[in-house]
């Protein structure tokens, strides 16, 4: 890397734009601070993987991807907490609704892509066809969505003279991003596939190919890369939170390598995310284990409503919100007996009452949500 060179800055008149240079190349990587997280990342993602062979992580998953969304869209502005992304768009407050859209597209943006990579390669037309659900029917709209951008954008500033980072020409966006696909494609390439990602992902920023949601599809595809190349069997490593907590140098370290070739430092910072992330990954597994186990002894006080009480509590794996309707609808019976059991599920203490009303009352699994809030292990 002593040799890496980011790319030069081209006059466009009165500014001058980023042009990177391409990635699709042979790589010498010779510092052991590198190597030594490399290694440390590599243990830590093989162990977060373990759990997709012992739990049924299809009960958990909509968890994470919530955790990632709110997360993401956070660094962009959109102000959307866990327990609402579950919430119906009726129960959102009117003035928070386009953020919550935001983050629920971010959802089904994840969902679609990882389906997505069972009949598609990682590549140009599944990063358009992420890009497209992320913007559809919310504030950038009108922002091509699902195409790459045909003028020029810029990062920071009230307009482009006084702009941080002026990403490259319109031009040249379809040469780079096929650069990204071959590089990522390319099986002989030696380059260990946790910095290939770091490196596709300050590249992919880096383009801005997009006019708007580059950072939200940039972070996206980091999970993709390492689901496409089997290195997670399920999407449960997602780095937003990481780099939410670490905004600054997360921005800093991307320039770093524009400003000082310094892609040595980049790569320190993403393996640090990827250790951290993956531990605390595992950590809430456990406690997710361990919660499960507590209330399966809480659920054997119900006696005969105890098969009811655990349909229930299956479902809010999956999505801890809920209302006497959805009980209704999961143990297949009327209103008195879902209304009786929610009774008993509060009096255990499994689930809480959040509205407040008497009617639309909302419940919450919030010993269950408060394992995805916070990474209490990193504090």
Known sequence: MENFKSGSYISQGYYKSFQPNSINKEWIINNMEVFNLLSKADRQLGRLDMYSEYVNIDLFISMHIAKEATQSSKIEGTQTNMEEAFLKKEDVAIEKRDDWEEVQNYISAMNEAVKMLHTL?????????????????????????????????????????????????????????????????????????????????????????????????????ITLYLVSKGILKQPILYLSDFFERN??????NLMRVRTHNDLSQWFKFFLTGVIETAQSGVQTFNSIMQLQKNIDEQLKQLGS??????????????????DAIKVADIIEKTPRPAY??????????????????QRG???????YLDLFKVDKNLE
Do not use: C
């Not at 913007?135 to 709209?141: A, E, M, P, Y």
């Not at 009352?361 to 010993?367: D, I, P, V």
């Open 305 to 322: 409503r105890s098969g009811d009480g655990r349909k229930v509590v299956d479902y809010l794996y999956t999505n801890p919100i809920l």
């Open 121 to 221: 390669p990682f590549s140009s037309r599944l990063i358009r066809q992420t890009h497209k659900i992320l913007l559809r029917g919310v504030r950038g709209t009108h922002k091509l969505p699902g195409a790459y951008r045909t003028s020029q954008n810029w990062i920071g500033g009230a307009s482009i003279n006084d702009a941080v980072f002026i990403p490259p020409a319109h031009n040249s966006i379809g040469d780079l991003m096929s650069d990204i696909e071959k590089f990522a494609n390319d099986e002989l390439n030696p380059l260990p596939d946790l910095l290939k990602i770091a490196l596709i992902h300050y590249q992919f920023e880096t383009i801005h190919p997009f006019l708007d949601g580059n950072g939200r599809v940039g972070r996206l595809l």
């Open 340 to 357: 009786k059991l929610i009774d008993s599920l509060e009096n255990l203490g499994i689930i809480k009452e959040i509205t407040g009303g």
């Open 247 to 252: 905004r600054s140098l997360y921005y800093d």
């Open 361 to 367: 009352r909302l419940y919450s699994f919030n010993e």
